[in-house]
């Protein structure tokens, strides 16, 4: 009877292989198979669900509203503390009993309206970061489902979006009157924001807005539309309101601009082109503002009041640049879910 084969990679009794020799080790080990991050979202999942893995607990858009807040505050008094010399220099020594139209022509001011700008800049790392110390997902996919900001498509949009814009509020002021008035003392300075700043300052909203709270509501939701929508209610309501109008027709207009950025961002799979509409109608809006002087006229404060018309062709022009970003996105191929090579397997 022949001996009995030891299986394969065990050596044979005996403690020696052929002629003494000792034994030979398997000549194809097996490799061991990396684990895989547990910071990724899962593949195939849409951009109000990139938060949503399987370490995903209810607990966590709290925690991450928390730290969004904190970061928020501290932004504020710092911003606030800064803007102190520049509110006195305009003002006053006088400042607590200057009257308001001081006040305003202070906060209109080029220094001010920069610090303002910073610190809606900085929403953006307060958004990445309330998503990295505040759910188990890397904070990269806040940009987009690919883990990244798509820089060509980002360009496409703006390209798409700046000439019909031009022509819009161009022809709106036309339309309305076409009144020029005097240039404020710095202008300059104001265009050169609108061109460098500005850009900053949509996106931060964006990040806050269409970013972390559309993907840290939506991760409450098992169900990808149901946190879409609900998620996106949540971004539309908080945006309107935050500008401080409570103006039925401003509430109204600033709502349709955050619903097409809010169906923009799930439907590209990603903040590109909310920020590309943003940054346009921002930019423009205080660019050619800026060189006809009636820049003012395009903040909103809380005394902020509208119209049923101009809110009505707001609304419709903001829904039909979002349904012409998202034709081009079909055309260009953009990735609206979790691609497999970037995400992780249920």
């Known amino acids: 009877m022949p001996p009995q084969q030891a299986p394969y990679g065990v050596a044979p009794q005996g403690g020696s292989g052929p002629g003494g020799a000792p034994p030979a080790a398997p000549p194809f080990p097996p490799m061991p198979v990396p684990a895989k991050p547990l910071d990724l979202p899962l593949i195939g999942a849409d951009y109000s669900q990139v938060l949503r893995t399987p370490r995903h607990r209810w607990w966590h858009p709290l925690g991450s509203s928390g730290i969004a807040l904190g970061l928020t505050i501290v932004v504020m008094v710092v911003g606030t503390l800064a803007m102190l010399p520049a509110l006195f220099a305009s003002a006053g020594p006088d400042v607590l009993d200057a009257p308001d139209a001081v006040y305003d022509a202070a906060f209109e001011s080029a220094p001010i309206m920069a610090i303002n700008n910073l610190m809606l800049a900085a929403l953006i790392p307060v958004a990445l970061l309330a998503v990295r110390w505040g759910h188990p997902v890397a904070a990269r996919f806040l940009h987009s489902v690919t883990g990244r900001v798509r820089w060509a498509w980002m360009l496409r949009c703006t390209l798409v ?181 970037v995400g992780a397997r249920p």
């Not at 931060?204 to 807005?209: C, I, N």
């Not at 921002?282 to 909103?300: F, K, M, P, Q, W």
Request: negative net charge; charged residues 10%; aromatic residues 12%.
């Open 161 to 341: 979006l700046l000439p019909i814009y031009l022509v819009y509020v161009v022809g709106a002021w036309a339309l309305t009157g076409a009144v020029a008035l005097p240039r404020s003392e710095d202008w300059v300075w104001m265009l050169v924001m609108a061109f460098v700043l500005t850009p900053f300052q949509a996106a931060g909203e964006e990040y806050l807005f269409r970013g972390w709270v559309l993907a840290s509501v939506g991760s409450w939701f098992r169900h990808p539309i149901v946190g879409w929508i609900v998620g996106g209610l949540v971004s539309t309501a908080i945006f309107a309101l935050a500008h401080g109008s409570l103006d039925v027709w401003i509430l109204l207009d600033l709502g349709a601009f955050a619903a097409a950025a809010v169906w923009l961002t799930w439907r590209t799979g990603g903040l590109e082109a909310a920020i590309a509409l943003h940054v346009v109608n921002n930019v423009v809006v205080i660019a050619v503002g800026t060189l006809i002087g009636t820049v003012t006229d395009s903040y909103v404060d809380p005394s902020t009041a509208g119209d049923p018309v101009t809110a009505l062709v707001s609304a419709v022009f903001s829904l039909g640049c979002a349904a012409l970003l998202g034709w081009q996105a079909s055309r260009a191929g953009i990735q609206r879910t979790v691609p497999a090579e």
